[in-house]
């Protein structure tokens, strides 16, 4: 009823910048909370940031002053700038969700994750 699909990944040297995308579709009435979670390789998944409906956002002790989320509410889609990133930065991204549905159901829906490397 409801797919959230991500963009932006890749390859990047320490130091850099990467932007992911996470749009949503299908049978949405409304989007509360958006949000980033993080897998790396022997780790359990980890929240890195999120955003409220009101734009009120939470972030990760190790991704502060690094990376920014935000949103675009008329596109479903929610974003997250990384800056000066560093090798345990590496991992696979998952895009998170809290959706009204238009049957006035709520869901918790994942994306289907993406990669984000960073080394030299």
């Known amino acids: 009823q409801v797919q959230l699909v991500e963009s932006g990944g890749g390859l990047v040297q320490p130091g850099g910048s990467l932007r992911l995308s996470c749009a949503a579709s299908?049978?949405?009435?409304?989007?509360?909370?958006m949000g980033w979670y993080r897998q790396a390789p022997g780790k359990q998944r980890e929240l890195v940031a999120t955003?409220?409906?009101?734009?009120?956002?939470n972030y990760a002790d190790s991704v502060k002053g690094r990376f920014t989320i935000s949103r675009d509410a008329a596109k479903n889609t929610v974003y997250l700038q990384m800056n000066n990133l560093k090798p345990e930065d590496t991992a696979v991204y998952y895009c998170?969700?809290?959706?009204?549905?238009?049957?006035?159901?709520?869901?918790?829906?994942w994306g289907q994750g993406i990669l984000v490397t960073v080394s030299s």
């Open positions: 955003i409220t409906g009101g734009d009120i956002t």
């Open positions: 998170n969700a809290g959706v009204r549905t238009v049957f006035y159901t709520n869901l918790e829906v």
């Open positions: 299908g049978r949405i009435r409304s989007i509360n909370a």
